[in-house]
């Protein structure tokens, strides 16, 4: 038998660079660094793949704005989104930008495979364009004002000749696909959604657009730029080297699991899965589509001017506690609310509180009663389970697996409570100290490690601790209050 390794292959939605991340793109990509931190830990061989997605004529917009010439734009929007992610401790193992020669090579790759097929004709369309949504709108989505609910602006009445794909040839088989493998579409609701409009409104969608001048040009008529969604669905096949690194590409394609937003699911479960078939390729294993969520109860936009901003926050709080918080908070896949005042109370309740306290206690007890040494093999029936937290991650429920592993915090915070060591130091019981301090010490172990894919800065913090050879507390808290 060959001990082949098992692989995972992760990734986010590519994000536009017409703005700078904000709080919503940090959840999606908090969880997908979360997941690609606990398949390393498992030993899987973990890619990890992001990006910018740079063809849009939202770009072309925000390029002109600034009275920047739209690639210099994007060459200084992509690396300010690649470096907030490396500054925020993002463990992606590429970034990858659609307006890269790699990228595009692969697009015009795989428009041909798609044409060969014959599933791209000439047609003509009529309609509105939402250049903020990056798609066809009708008349029925707009609000009484006759705009984009969305972004609030008057589509574009557009007439032009352009190329389809044939979208509508692929309806039984995606229906059959996803009727087969129910664990395709998650949550349930969602699919439900897809499936409803895959039968009753789904429609061939353009793929070019005429006088479009910036974005890939359509191999088979320059004219023509390849639509912003065609193109940027297909990072995640040129992100692990789609006809450029044939090895690459054979072990990690299909994805594991694909993270997106509620927002984008019609793009990633009927076109995205539909394009593959048709270039005779394998879907994805999962795409997951979480909730939004609001600011203190509104609508995140640029005219509220509310959007939170990740580095920002992270000048407040440490980032882990923002991880700890969004994972915590918000069910995975539920729409949720961000607020300031509910980080602040769970930072100093489960933070400084619980968590912070009981590393700083513990270890200080250790250094003070038993001269830092304890039983670090000592047996004991945990508190919690790891296996159980391993299966909530497995099954994407965040909240269930750190409320888990603080099964073991508020444990050891009790026991050290009962136990009063510094009652059994007052009457010598020195025995007694030293083992329920290796008690307290070996459950601090597994919470290390479990925490290791939600916080981890503060999983290594604390494993360095444990590891030294003689144990003594951490020089400043983990988590000062606020
Ligand atoms: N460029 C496209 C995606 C192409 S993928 C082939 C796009 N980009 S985006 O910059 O608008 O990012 C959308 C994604 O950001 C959402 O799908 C979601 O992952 C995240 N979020 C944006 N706002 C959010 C909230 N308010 N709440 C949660 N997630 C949010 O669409």
């Known amino acids: 038998m060959t001990d082949s390794k098992n692989t995972f292959y992760i990734t986010t939605p590519i994000y536009y660079v017409n703005g700078k991340p904000h709080i919503g793109h940090a959840y999606t990509t908090i969880v997908a660094d979360t997941l690609a931190r606990y398949h390393r830990q498992k030993g899987d061989e973990t890619f990890f793949l992001m990006g910018t997605d740079e063809n849009s004529q939202k770009n072309v917009e925000a390029a002109k704005k600034t009275g920047k010439e739209v690639g210099v734009y994007v060459d200084e929007m992509a690396s300010v989104w690649r470096e907030t992610w490396l500054n925020l401790g993002i463990s992606f193992d590429r970034f990858i930008r659609t307006t890269s020669a790699e990228h595009k090579k692969a697009v015009c790759e795989f428009y041909q495979r798609v044409y060969d097929k014959g599933d791209i004709y000439p047609g003509e369309y009529e309609g509105l364009y939402c250049v903020g949504c990056e798609k066809f709108i009708t008349e029925s989505e707009l609000d009484e004002n006759g705009e984009c609910p969305d972004h609030k602006k008057k589509p574009e009445a557009i007439k032009e000749r352009n190329y389809f794909f044939k979208l509508t040839k692929y309806r039984d088989r ?8 129910p664990e395709f579409i998650q949550p349930e609701k969602r699919r439900n959604e897809v499936v409803s409009y895959i039968k009753d409104f789904m429609e061939d969608f353009s793929i070019s657009r005429q006088a479009m001048e910036w974005g890939i040009r359509l191999p088979t008529d320059e004219k023509h730029a390849i639509y912003v969604w065609f193109d940027a669905l ?18 990690f394609w299909p994805a594991d699991i694909q993270l997106i937003g509620k927002d ?13 078939m ?10 997951f589509a979480h909730g939004f969520f609001t600011v203190d109860g509104d609508k995140m936009s640029k005219s509220l001017g509310n ?3 990740p580095v920002e926050l992270a000048k407040e709080y440490p980032f882990d506690a923002v991880r700890y918080f969004l994972l915590r908070e918000i069910p995975f896949g539920e729409d949720g609310d961000f607020s300031l005042k509910r980080l ?6 489960d933070l400084a509180n619980d968590l912070g306290n009981l590393v700083q206690r513990a270890l200080n007890m250790i250094d003070k009663y038993c001269d830092g040494s304890v039983d670090r093999d000592i047996k004991i029936d945990m508190p919690f389970s790891v296996e159980t937290v391993r299966l909530h991650i497995e099954s994407l429920k965040f909240d269930q697996s750190i409320i888990e592993t603080w099964k073991g915090v508020s444990w050891a915070n009790k026991y050290i409570e009962d136990a009063k060591p510094w009652e059994l130091h007052k009457s ?7 083992e329920v301090l290796s008690r307290v010490y070996v459950v601090l172990a ?29 020089s400043e808290p983990l988590f000062p209050r606020k």
């Open 174 to 181: 995606l229906l059959e696909h996803i009727e087969r493998h």
């Open 234 to 251: 297909l990072n995640y096949l040129s992100g692990i080297g789609f006809v450029q690194d044939e090895i690459k590409f054979d072990k």
């Open 264 to 276: 984008i699911i019609k793009f990633h479960c009927a076109y995205w899965p539909a394009m593959l």
């Open 278 to 287: 048709s270039a005779g390729l394998p879907l994805p294993k999962t795409v």
């Open 307 to 309: 959007a939170v901003d």
């Open 344 to 349: 602040q109370e769970r930072y100093n309740a």
């Open 428 to 434: 010598g019981e020195h025995e007694k100290i030293k």
């Open 446 to 474: 597994d919470i290390a490690e479990t925490l290791t894919p939600f916080m981890p800065e503060t999983a290594n913090k604390i494993k360095k601790l444990l590891s030294t050879e003689k144990l003594s507390p951490p």
